[in-house]
Structures are given as C-alpha cells and as structure tokens.
C-alpha cells in the first residue's frame, strides 16, 4: 500500500520498491485497522491510549465535558502538564497551522471562540511500563511504516515530542528508581564499580533528587521549577545542563549505561564495554534519534556545602543593567574557572541572578562577590535593587527552597518558542560588547551559567555532544511567550522577531555553536551548530542502528533525507 506524497520526484524515487517513501498517517488508507490495533493491544500490558489536548474538558465552552476548574488551576504546572500524554509544556507545539493559515488548536481559554481540535497530537499511542511494551510498539509502528514519535514530558523546546497524525510511544509511567553504591556497568571488569542511581525513561528530576537525597547523594539534573524535566529521556540525550555543571559536568558526563530499545526491537545496553559507539550518539547525539531509551544509570556524587547568591535589581534605563552586565562578563571567567555556576534572566525592566558557588566557605564567597554586589547596588540604585548570600548544607536544601514549588498560575506563556548560542571565554573578554547587545534583546533573556571548569575538562571527543559545549563559558537563550488565540500572520511576526535575535547572537560569535535541546527551528546549518565535526560519525552510527530513519526528529541526526512534514523522504 502507498500513502499520499505531493512530491514531484517521488514517481521515479519509489520504483522497484515495495513500500512508500512517505510515513503512513491516520486517516491514510494504510493506516492499521481497528482489528491490527487489537492485535497490537494484546501484546501489551496496558491499554492503548488516544490522547487528547489538556483543555479538552473546558470544551464545548458553553457545557464543557469536564472539570475545567482543574484545566485553569493546572495549565501552568509543569508536572500535571507532564502527566498527560497530549500535553506539551509550550502548548503552541499541540496546535498546527494549516497551509491557508488556519490554526487546528484547542486553547485552554474557551472564551476565545475556537473549537477544541486535536492538531499535531498523536490520536494513538502506546503507554509503556516495560522494556516490553516498547519492544512491541517499535515492533508495530516499523511493520505499518508509521511516524513514531517518543513523548516523555513534553518539555522539548522545538516540538519534537508531538507529530500530527502519529503514533506514540509515552515513556512517562516507567518510573522505577534503584540504588547501587557499587554499580558495575554491564562488560565491566569487576573493580569498575560506580556509585549510582539507575532511572527507568519516565523519572523525572523531582522525583530522582527524591532518590539521591533518600540515599545522602548528590546527582547532576535540570534545574526548573518543581523538577517536572525528564531525568533520562530528551534532556540528557541532547546533553543535559545544570547550574552545577561547572563542578561535575554535564548530564551526558555523568551517565555510564544505558538500555535502549533500538529499531530492530532489540533491547540493547550501551556503556563503555558494550556496544561503545551507541553509548557515544547517545551522549549528546539527541532525543528521539537512536531508538527509545528504557533506563539510564548515572553515577552521583558526595553532597557539598553550596552558597546561594542572589541578585536582583529594576531598572529604568538599559544603561543601568548594560553597566551591571559588562562587570558580571568581566569578572565571570575567575567565577566560572572556581566552578561557580547559575542563571542571569533579564527582561527590558528587571534583572535576576541565582548563582552558586559549591563547596566553598562564606567567607571565600563573600570576599569574592562583595566588590560586585557594591557594583550593583552603586549602579543600580540600593533602594532598586537587593542582594543577598545564604549558606546550604547541599544540593537538595537548595534547590528545594528556589526550585521546589511550580511558578504561580500565568495565563500568557502557554506558547513558548526560544533561540540559542553556547559562548566560549573570548566572547566574554569583549564584555562591554556582548553586554549592550544582551540589553538591547526585546524578549527575555536567560544565561544559564552552566559550562566552564569541569565541563571543559572533558575531551571534546570522547562522546557525541556538540564540541562547542567544552570551550563554552556560557549559554545564552530568548524566549519569546504569546498567549492564545494570535492568528498566524501574528505568530509569524513573533518569529521574525525571534529569527532577528538569533541573528544578532551569530554575530556575536559566528559559527559558534548552540545547544540542540534549548534552540530554535529556523537554524541554517542545524548540523554544524548542534553536533559541529561530530555530525558524520553520529550519521553513521545511526545507519547503524536505524538504518531505516525509524526515529527522526526536527533539526535532529538523518532529518535531512525527510522533507519539512519529517513525513516524507526527500
Ligand atoms: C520549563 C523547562 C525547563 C528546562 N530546564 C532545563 C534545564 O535545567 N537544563 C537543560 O539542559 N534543559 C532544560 N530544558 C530543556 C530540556 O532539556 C528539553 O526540553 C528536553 O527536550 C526535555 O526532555 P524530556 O524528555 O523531558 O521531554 P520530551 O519533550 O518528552 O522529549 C524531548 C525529546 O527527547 C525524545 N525522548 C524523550 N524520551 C526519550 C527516550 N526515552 N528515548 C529516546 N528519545 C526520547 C523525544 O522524542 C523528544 O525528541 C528545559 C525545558 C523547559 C520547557
Ligand atoms: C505480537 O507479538 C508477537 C510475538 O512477539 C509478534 O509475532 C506479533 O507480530 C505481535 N503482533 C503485533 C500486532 O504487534
Ligand atoms: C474540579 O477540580 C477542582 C480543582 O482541581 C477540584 O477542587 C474540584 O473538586 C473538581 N470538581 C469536580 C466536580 O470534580
Ligand atoms: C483552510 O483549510 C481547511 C482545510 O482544508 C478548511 O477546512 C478551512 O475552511 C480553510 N480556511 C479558510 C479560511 O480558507
Ligand atoms: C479569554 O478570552 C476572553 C475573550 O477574548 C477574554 O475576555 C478573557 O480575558 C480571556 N481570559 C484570559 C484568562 O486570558
Ligand atoms: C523496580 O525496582 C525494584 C526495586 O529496586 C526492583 O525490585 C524491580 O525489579 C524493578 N523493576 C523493573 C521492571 O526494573
Ligand atoms: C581493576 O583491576 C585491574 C587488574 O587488577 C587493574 O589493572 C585496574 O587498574 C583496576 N581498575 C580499577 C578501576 O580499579
Ligand atoms: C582573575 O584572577 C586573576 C588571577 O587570580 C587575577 O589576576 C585577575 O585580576 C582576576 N580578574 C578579575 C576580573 O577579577
Ligand atoms: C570539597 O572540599 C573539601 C575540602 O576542601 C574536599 O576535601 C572535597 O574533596 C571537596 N569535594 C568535592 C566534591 O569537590
Ligand atoms: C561580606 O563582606 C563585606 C565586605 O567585606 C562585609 O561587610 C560583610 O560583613 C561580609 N558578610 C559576611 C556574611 O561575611
Ligand atoms: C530606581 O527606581 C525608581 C522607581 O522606578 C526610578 O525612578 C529610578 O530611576 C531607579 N534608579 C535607578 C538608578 O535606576
Ligand atoms: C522590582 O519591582 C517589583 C515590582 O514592582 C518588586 O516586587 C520588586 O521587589 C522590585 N525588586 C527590587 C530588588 O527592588
Ligand atoms: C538594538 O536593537 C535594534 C532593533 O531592535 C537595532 O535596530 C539596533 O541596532 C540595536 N542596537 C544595538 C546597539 O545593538
């Protein structure tokens, strides 16, 4: 059976071959019948799920179906967003723009007058709670030619988690969590042991740090508001930062092993010993690309005292916080090469800084830090501005009283896209440049301070990830939030001005590199920027291991054989 292909090359391309260069979508005639899912579903252990959008309950507006009290109190709360198979934390990627520019979404505000509308969420999917489950799904969606998408949380920036009219494979419910002080990985010789938690794909951060707090450990994860990013899917294969990357690396510097369901149904295990060049794309080579992860062990560390540094400050003109930039670039490389690590969010009236500086007395940080806060408060006025030491026993406290709790409910940033540039130490050195140019961003700016010091440390080849990450000081990103019901000449011009922005952060540093996971979709060189010289041999490991492009995503390793739909091949 064939499916439909616009595509004018396809009647010579597909001669000779059985099956279709296109995926085969719901409602094609290809798609599998009620009968083949029933087959499906009695290789499962749970029931085969049709997700929906998380407004639906609030629909039809004037007698909704269901409790849309919950829909308004939760929309923000990225662990209930989290618990449903079709939510997306930016919710633009649940909605799909027809060619004549009609929006297909179903808005969490009812009022606006649009219907409800399934858009890019997948009507079908596998629920796994075992290797199994995924074994069979892969199984399935590999027999029917269908678009596979791999959803865990629904955090990708770039949308990659949704695909209209797939099939899905939602990770979230394989929660389980094991301690070992004395892992050895799989092939191992006896004596390599490592003290490790391992994390079945669904654990997210909240519920590792749980894990690793339970046991008196520390380990290296995303840093957001209650913990609701995935420990062991998207974030660690695309690298995985964290404000305390500075003193014990990145996500991917961490992992020894992982177990990953690969194309062929096999159920494999990739560390240093076994299958060495899977474990290699898997560490930074990016989500959805290689096969579906199952589990992932990661070593963890002793728990170090932290000091917690704030600074906050308003202002009214952009010189005020173009003065206090230029003095944070200019003192950041002696912070960063101390291991200090955090995040600096400005918008065009407020500046926010969370840094930490682990493992170091109150007084070292003190005398450290005093001439800036003098800076600050000198700058931007002491009665605008406020800054602040605390001292932590570790991680955990930390995190708890900054992170612990969702942000208050916001009802104009469900749709959220970003664009992003990794900076190496000499982009600092010009700290007055990049200081105006970061002032002069209409959209928020964040700069995760999270490279540098023992991130550098690790030889830029020794795994997939992006080389640009290991002589990268900072990363900076711009995020752009709309609310609902913009048309899409509106969302366009949200975009232009975002694609703008990128431009001027190239200009900073051209060539430069950025980080796959926290990026945009309008790169011209996604191959360059995301993997840099690394992009060959992560191409070839995936013919490898998926030599039939069962597993593409957007900007992702093989995208390019697939046309912008990633339906069809080009
Ligand atoms: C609120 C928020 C906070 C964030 N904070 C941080 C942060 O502190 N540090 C940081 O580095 N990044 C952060 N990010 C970016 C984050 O790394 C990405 O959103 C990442 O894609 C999340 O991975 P996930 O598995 O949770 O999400 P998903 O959207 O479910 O998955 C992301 C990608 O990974 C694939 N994938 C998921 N699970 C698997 C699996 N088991 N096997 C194979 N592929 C899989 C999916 O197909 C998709 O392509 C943040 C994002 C948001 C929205
Ligand atoms: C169910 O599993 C069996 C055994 O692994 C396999 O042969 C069969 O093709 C599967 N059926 C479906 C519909 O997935
Ligand atoms: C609807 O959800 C709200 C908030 O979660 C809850 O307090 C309320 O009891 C729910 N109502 C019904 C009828 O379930
Ligand atoms: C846009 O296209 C869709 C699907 O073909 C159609 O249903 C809709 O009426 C069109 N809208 C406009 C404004 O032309
Ligand atoms: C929802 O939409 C209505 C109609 O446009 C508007 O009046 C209302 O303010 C919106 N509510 C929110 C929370 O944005
Ligand atoms: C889950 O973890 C428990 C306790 O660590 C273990 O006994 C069990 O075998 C694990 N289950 C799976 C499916 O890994
Ligand atoms: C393990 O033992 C071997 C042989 O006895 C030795 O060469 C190696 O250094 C040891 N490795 C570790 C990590 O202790
Ligand atoms: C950074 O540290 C070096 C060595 O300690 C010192 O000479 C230099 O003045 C410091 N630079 C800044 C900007 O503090
Ligand atoms: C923390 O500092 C102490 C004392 O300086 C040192 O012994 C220990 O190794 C350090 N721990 C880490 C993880 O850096
Ligand atoms: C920090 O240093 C400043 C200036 O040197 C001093 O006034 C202050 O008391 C110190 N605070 C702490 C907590 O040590
Ligand atoms: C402090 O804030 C006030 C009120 O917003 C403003 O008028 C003043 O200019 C600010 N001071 C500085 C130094 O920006
Ligand atoms: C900045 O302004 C906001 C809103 O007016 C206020 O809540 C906050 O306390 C101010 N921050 C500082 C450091 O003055
Ligand atoms: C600031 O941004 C505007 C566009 O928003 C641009 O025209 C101007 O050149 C920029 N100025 C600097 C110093 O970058």
């Known amino acids: 059976m064939k499916t439909l292909c616009f595509l004018p090359l396809l009647a010579t391309a597909v001669v000779g071959q059985s099956a279709s260069n296109c995926r085969c979508l719901y409602n094609d005639p290809c798609w599998p019948s009620e009968d083949e899912f029933s087959q499906l579903q009695s290789n499962l252990s749970q029931p085969l799920i049709r997700p929906v959008p998380p407004a639906s309950p609030c629909y039809p507006a004037d007698d909704p179906s269901g409790n849309c009290t919950e829909v308004l109190q939760n929309a923000g709360d990225g662990r209930w967003l989290a618990d449903q198979a079709g939510a997306m934390q930016s919710m633009n990627y649940q909605s799909f723009i027809l060619p004549n520019g009609t929006i297909e979404a179903c808005y969490v505000n009812a009022s606006l007058g649009f219907p409800c509308e399934q ?27 269908l678009r596979v998408v791999i959803k865990n949380t629904g955090h990708d920036l770039l949308g990659r988690s949704m695909a209209r009219d797939a099939f899905m494979i939602w990770t979230h ?11 050895v990985p799989e092939g191992a010789p006896e004596n390599e042991t490592y003290d490790a938690l391992t994390l079945q794909a669904g654990v997210q951060w909240f519920e590792a740090y749980d894990a690793a707090e ?5 380990l290296i994860g995303g840093v957001t508001n ?6 062991a899917g998207g974030w660690l294969l695309g690298g995985g930062h964290s404000a305390f990357s500075p003193q014990h690396g990145l996500g991917v510097d961490n992992v020894v092993q992982f177990t990953v369901v690969v194309a ?9 010993h ?3 060049d899977l474990f290699w794309a898997l560490r930074g080579g990016g989500g959805g690309t290689y096969g579906v992860v199952t589990s992932v062990t990661y070593r963890t560390h002793e728990v170090t005292p932290v000091i917690s540094v704030l600074v906050n400050f308003n202002f009214s003109s952009p010189a005020v916080v173009t003065d206090v930039l230029s003095e944070l670039f200019r003192i950041w490389p002696n912070l960063s090469d101390a291991a200090w690590g955090g995040y600096t969010i400005t918008t065009r009236s407020t500046y926010t800084g969370i840094y930490v500086a682990p493992n170091m007395s109150l007084a070292d940080v003190n005398a450290t830090i005093s001439p800036f806060f003098q800076f600050v408060q000198q700058t931007a006025g002491p009665a605008n501005s406020s800054t602040s030491l605390t001292e932590f026993d570790g991680f955990f406290p930390w995190y708890q009283v900054l992170f612990g709790a969702e942000p208050s409910f916001a009802p104009n940033v469900f749709n959220r896209e970003v664009v992003s540039r990794l900076y190496p130490r000499e982009v600092l050195e010009d700290h007055e440049r990049l ?13 995760p301070h999270v490279a540098g010091a023992a991130v550098s440390k690790v030889d830029p080849d020794a795994m997939g990830l992006n080389p640009a990450w290991r002589s990268a000081m900072i990363h900076m990103v711009a995020r752009a939030n709309w609310a609902d019901g913009l048309t899409a000449d509106e969302i366009h011009s949200i975009e232009d001005r975002l694609r703008d922005e990128l431009a001027v952060m190239e ?64």
Request: charged share 15%.
């Open 119 to 145: 858009g890019s969420i997948p009507p079908i999917g596998v629920d796994a709670l075992s290797a199994e489950d995924i074994q069979a799904a892969v199984a399935f969606a590999s027999q029917h030619n």
């Open 435 to 447: 200081a105006a140019a970061v002032a002069n961003f209409t959209d928020q700016i964040t700069i």
């Open 173 to 183: 419910h394989l929660k389980n969590i094991t301690y070992n002080p004395a892992f």
């Open 264 to 272: 062929s149904g096999e159920h494999l295990t990739a560390n240093a």
């Open 214 to 218: 339970a046991n008196g450990r520390m």
């Open 226 to 231: 209650g913990g609701s990013v995935g420990s």
């Open 507 to 570: 200009g900073l540093n051209p060539g430069g590199g950025a980080y796959l996971n926290e990026a945009s979709l309008y790169e011209l060189d996604f191959q360059k920027t995301f993997f840099g010289d690394h992009y060959e041999r992560l191409e070839s490991i995936k013919a490898t291991y998926d030599p039939k492009d069962l597993f593409i995503v957007a900007e992702g390793v093989g995208s390019e054989r697939w046309d912008a739909s990633l339906n069809c091949k080009v």
């Open 274 to 276: 076994i299958n060495p």
